[in-house]
């Protein structure tokens, strides 16, 4: 160490006291390796202070007392300035080389810190929502989507139910998905939208504007494939936050208040696109051509000739899903 050599040939005299009843003794002072050497009279080694554990128990009081481990029990009084300067010097020079606890547990607590910020901020929503969409039954999907339902009904009136053209939808529906169920709304929604449990919501435009059922049998089976890929329950828990997903893992139902928000957000929402290659599919096993939904999305064509080109029923007589009379009452569901 710098510091001992610098200091290896300083001696000094001093008063050293062996316990707390000893009487005071003439000793002499001098570094060793690491140690402060207290010698008697003859230059007999009579202790060894471990300078790391040496302490001055008078701060700023002449004559400097020291002591191992700061206690009172074995003293020792230098008035030697040199001396008492070399000794804190030293001192000062092991405490800098020892390892900085403080700093190591401030490190390790600011790591620590850190971890848990991210696991809460990032990871625990993202777990929330997977594993509440992974567990959730049947049954609290499809009571979930009922209770978006009849909250979209408030925003956009009850769904459409002319008598006569709820048994056309209902025969488009069993044609091309039989697990789901349509509704017609009356207002709000642009094209369609899905819920948790199965519900498929079709906006009365998409029924009245076109004269051909293949089309609105075509956004019924682009809705569908859009729902298999995003998880209509998930895509409720992403809109509404991991509090929503924490509290339908834990009482198994989803807060009026997110499932309003949500309703909102429902009608008026951007679409997520589906990617062509897994519109085909769905296209194919349900029967249903492409190309009248690829023309009524981009009536030149341009934006969607993926689908028109690769329209797996192209040159093929369509299945019809409905004749001309079913057709006439399904565009009229919303008459009454």
Same mark, same amino acid.
């Given at each position: 160490?710098?510091?001992?050599?610098?200091?290896?040939?300083?001696?000094?005299?001093?008063?050293?006291?062996?316990?707390?009843?000893?009487?005071?003794?003439?000793?002499?002072?001098?570094?060793? #390796? =690491?140690?402060?050497?207290?010698?008697?009279?003859?230059?007999?080694?009579?202790?060894?202070?471990?300078?790391?554990?040496?302490?001055?128990?008078?701060?700023?009081? $002449?004559?400097?007392? *020291?002591?191992?481990?700061?206690?009172?029990?074995? &003293?020792?009084?230098?008035? #030697?300035?040199?001396? %008492?300067?070399?000794?804190?010097?030293?001192?000062?020079?092991?405490?800098?080389?020892?390892?900085?606890?403080?700093?190591?547990?401030?490190?390790?607590?600011?790591?620590?810190?850190?971890? %848990?910020?991210?696991?809460?901020?990032?990871?625990?929503?993202?777990?929330?929502?997977?594993?509440?969409?992974?567990?959730?039954?049947?049954?609290?999907? =499809?009571?979930?989507?009922?209770?978006?339902? #009849?909250?979209?009904?408030?925003?956009?009136?009850?769904?459409?139910? #002319?008598? *006569?053209?709820?048994?056309?939808?209902?025969?488009?529906?069993? =044609?091309? =998905?039989?697990?789901?169920?349509?509704?017609? $709304?009356?207002?709000? $929604?642009?094209?369609?939208?899905?819920?948790?449990?199965?519900?498929?919501?079709?906006?009365?435009?998409?029924?009245?504007?076109?004269?051909?059922?293949?089309?609105?049998?075509?956004?019924?089976?682009?809705?569908?494939?859009?729902?298999? /890929?995003?998880?209509?329950?998930?895509?409720?828990?992403?809109?509404?936050?991991?509090?929503?997903?924490?509290? /339908?893992?834990?009482?198994?139902?989803?807060?009026?208040?997110?499932?309003?928000?949500?309703?909102?957000?429902?009608?008026?929402?951007?679409?997520?696109?589906?990617?062509?290659?897994?519109?085909?599919?769905?296209?194919?096993?349900?029967?249903?051509?492409?190309?009248?939904?690829?023309?009524?999305?981009?009536? &030149?064509?341009?934006?969607? $000739?993926?689908?028109?080109?690769?329209?797996?029923?192209?040159?093929?007589?369509?299945?019809?899903?409905?004749?001309?009379?079913?057709?006439?009452?399904?565009?009229?569901?919303?008459?009454?």
């Amino acid at each position: 160490m710098t510091a001992l050599k610098e200091y290896a040939r300083l001696e000094t005299s001093g008063l050293w006291r062996s316990g707390p009843d000893a009487q005071r003794r003439d000793v002499g002072v001098s570094f060793g #390796d =690491a140690t402060l050497v207290i010698s008697d009279s003859q230059d007999r080694p009579l202790t060894h202070w471990s300078l790391a554990a040496v302490q001055r128990v008078n701060p700023r009081n $002449l004559p400097a007392l *020291f002591a191992p481990d700061g206690s009172d029990e074995e &003293t020792l009084e230098i008035e #030697d300035p040199e001396m %008492i300067r070399a000794i804190e010097q030293v001192q000062k020079a092991i405490y800098r080389s020892r390892p900085k606890t403080g700093r190591v547990r401030w490190t390790v607590f600011a790591l620590t810190t850190a971890t %848990i910020l991210w696991l809460g901020i990032f990871w625990l929503p993202e777990a929330l929502i997977k594993q509440a969409v992974a567990v959730v039954p049947e049954v609290n999907r =499809a009571q979930i989507g009922q209770q978006l339902l #009849d909250r979209t009904a408030r925003i956009a009136g009850q769904p459409c139910t #002319d008598p *006569f053209g709820t048994v056309s939808l209902r025969r488009l529906q069993a =044609a091309i =998905a039989p697990a789901e169920e349509f509704h017609v $709304l009356r207002n709000g $929604l642009a094209t369609t939208a899905s819920l948790p449990g199965g519900h498929i919501l079709i906006g009365r435009d998409v029924i009245e504007d076109y004269d051909d059922p293949s089309v609105v049998a075509g956004f019924a089976v682009v809705e569908m494939a859009r729902a298999r /890929l995003f998880d209509p329950l998930e895509a409720l828990l992403r809109a509404t936050g991991p509090t929503t997903a924490f509290r /339908l893992l834990t009482t198994g139902s989803v807060p009026d208040d997110a499932l309003d928000a949500y309703a909102e957000m429902l009608l008026t929402a951007p679409r997520v696109q589906v990617p062509d290659e897994a519109l085909l599919i769905a296209f194919r096993a349900t029967k249903v051509p492409a190309r009248p939904y690829a023309f009524a999305i981009d009536i &030149t064509g341009e934006e969607t $000739l993926a689908l028109i080109e690769a329209d797996p029923f192209l040159g093929v007589a369509p299945v019809t899903h409905l004749d001309d009379g079913e057709w006439i009452s399904l565009q009229g569901i919303c008459q009454s």
